[in-house]
Structure formats: structure tokens, C-alpha cells
Nanobody, 127 residues
Framework: QVQLVESGGGSVVAGGSLRLSCAASGYSVSQGYMAWFRQAPGKEREGVAGIGVDGETEYADFAKGRFSISKDDAKNTLYLQMNSLKPEDTAVYYC??????????????????????WGQGTQVTVS
């Protein structure tokens, strides 16, 4: 069984920072592409950032310069460092993973259908 468990969400003042964690079990963060998505009420789930097995990264335009995705293979954990948070960043943030390693993820990393596994999400609220 694969489980992805997010943590680190909460309430923060605009301009503040949060670091989200995604602890994986039954899955290695070195085995496939992983990403963070977010979803606000009434809105489509959207990609925030993605990271490949070798550490290559992709970011949504709204995340560039503010967010940083990383992973720790030894801890089998995915992270999302979020700085300069804005009220519009308020959403449930989800960890996602692909069980395999596609040859070309850079152009399609934000496609929901590419991910086999999802966490249950962690709420981020920016006031």
C-alpha cells in the first residue's frame, strides 16, 4: 500500500512562510515523479511544483520565486517551502506521486492524470 501523508499546513499571515512535508510509505521518493497540487473551494486543482527522481524541478508561474520543491531520499519525504505567502495561496495542498518514471515529464507535470497516488491534503490559510 502506498500512502502519502501531508503535514505542515496551517494559518499564516500574508508575507509569511510555511514548509509542507509529504511523508511517503510503500513508495520511494526516488522511484517516480512527484508534485504538489492545490485546490481552493470551487476551483480546479492546479499544479504548484513538480520534481523528478534526479531533483529536476518545475513550477507554476505563481510559484516561481516564492516556492521551492525538494525531497530527501533518505527520509523518503517530499517538501514544499512556501515563502511570501499571499491570501490567494489559501487552498488545500496535496502531495502527488507517479509510480513510474516517464521519459518526459517537463511538459506535462501538472496534468492530474499522470499521478497514481495522492495524499489527503493539508489546509493552508493565508490571512
Amino acid at each position: 500500500q502506498v500512502q502519502l501523508v501531508e503535514s505542515g499546513g496551517g494559518s499564516v499571515v500574508a508575507g509569511g512562510s510555511l514548509r509542507l512535508s509529504c511523508a511517503a510509505s510503500g513508495y520511494s521518493v526516488s522511484q517516480g515523479y512527484m508534485a504538489w497540487f492545490r485546490q481552493a473551494p470551487g476551483k480546479e486543482r492546479e499544479g504548484v511544483a513538480g520534481i523528478g527522481v534526479d531533483g529536476e524541478t518545475e513550477y507554476a508561474d505563481f510559484a516561481k520565486g516564492r516556492f521551492s520543491i525538494s525531497k530527501d531520499d533518505a527520509k523518503n519525504t517530499l517538501y514544499l517551502q512556501m515563502n511570501s505567502l499571499k491570501p490567494e495561496d489559501t487552498a488545500v495542498y496535496y502531495c502527488a506521486a507517479n509510480s513510474r518514471t516517464p521519459t518526459d515529464y517537463s511538459s506535462r507535470w501538472a496534468s492530474l492524470a499522470l499521478y497514481n497516488y495522492w495524499g489527503q491534503g493539508t489546509q493552508v490559510t493565508v490571512s
